[in-house]
């Protein structure tokens, strides 16, 4: 499992200790909470970086529908005044 590289070395040294005990069930249970906490803190992290950006995209697109509606009426509203 180690020598290809391709599973962390502290899940690899987990599994090794979990055989040898003979406790590997919990030892891999170990490993898939620790792994998924890892997970859900990126996911986290990731979500919280990404939700300023996606307010500002929203922003941005109110603020042109918005505009797009304003301007559209003021050639009308111009040709009432004349």
């Not at 200790?17 to 986290?44: C, F, P, Q, R, W």
């Not at 990731?46 to 559209?72: F, K």
Request: hydrophobic residues 50%; glycine residues 10%.
């Amino acid at each position: 499992m180690g020598t290809f590289g391709i599973f962390p070395p502290m899940a690899t040294q987990i599994v090794t200790i979990g055989e040898e005990s003979g406790s590997l069930d919990e030892m891999l249970a170990k490993v898939a909470t620790h792994y998924e906490e890892e997970v859900d803190n990126m996911v986290d992290g990731l979500t919280s970086l990404m939700e300023p950006l996606i307010m500002a995209v929203l922003g941005v697109v109110v603020g042109g529908l918005i505009i797009a509606i304003v301007s559209s009426d003021i050639p009308a509203g111009l040709s009432r005044l004349a």
